[in-house]
């Protein structure tokens, strides 16, 4: 039996991963284990990463993941905050690759802000652990005693080979979609752009059926809200996916619609929506579980080669939608908010 590790994290996590278990359970049979992380971490073990939680995520087959950080912790040192804990678990399980799906669902095109009639598929794949969420950084202090003088530094720097293997994961993606790749840099300014360029246009050449164009950060973010239609497969790093994938999910209604899927060179991957925590909402049974049920239909579709049951969930849920069924962030004016707990029966009820 295939065994999921669970790290529920901070806030809503806990709750929206409830939800994505009652849906795994109803299509499948799985062995469940749960480990502390973030700031939960922080509180019962006194660090956001403990190794309890690193070898519980080696020894499974998969992690499922809810969210981590809250303002609980906001004033915690750099190197201590729950994201740490986050960050720590990708470097560790080395899953330098970060798919986000981002689709207009016909049924939500009232909940999407642009004036635009078209559709939109997207996939943002993320390199996710390098650049400068990664880099070197740290504080200088003033030579000369001025505390204005004092500095802070982060390092945006990518390898080859760090290149080289996102570039592929996105050719591959995009051979089997529409065949077109936008590679998102800020090339005209940094150094490390013009060396993720370089290589992308190289590794392009291995895949001629696929068409490959360069486009910068700024106009991409434009771009995005502009014709969000024109994008197919968007290849960026740690940092230009971070920010693009949170634009991308209000153009889909609401950040609490994104799955992700983070994948290395083994089939254990890390699944999580690609929302916070929203502690604002936290234990008040009203977050939006979609994100994180899709997410686990992606550890389905590429950790567990299930993509029957992976089809099946992602048909749920858009039944549910097309049925008019609505958590809040979703839901028009006027029209009914269901709970976490409700919208998941409502999922349930339409898994085949
Ligand atoms: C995300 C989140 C994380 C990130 C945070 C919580 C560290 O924003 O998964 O997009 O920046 O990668
Ligand atoms: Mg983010």
Redesign the pocket.
Known sequence: MKKIALLPGDGIGPEITAAAVRVLDAVGKFEYESYLIGGAAIDGAGNPFPDATLQGCLAADSVLLGA??GPKWDTLPGNQRP?VG??ALRGALELYSNLRPAKLYPALRDACPLKYDGEFDILIVRELTGGI?FGDRGRTPSPTGDTKDDSAYDTERYSVREVERIARVAFEAAQKRSGRVISVDKANVLESSRLWREVIRTVAKEYPSVECTDMLVDNAAMQLIRNPGQFDVMVTS?MFG?IL??EASQLTGSIGMLP?ASLGATKRGLY?P?H?SAPDIAGQGIANPIATILSAAMMLRYSFDMEAEAAAIEAAVDATLNAGLRTGDIAAPGQAKLGTVAITDEILRRIG
């Open positions: 981590v950080g994201e986050l960050l969420y740690n971070d994938s949170d992700s999580e690609i916070g």
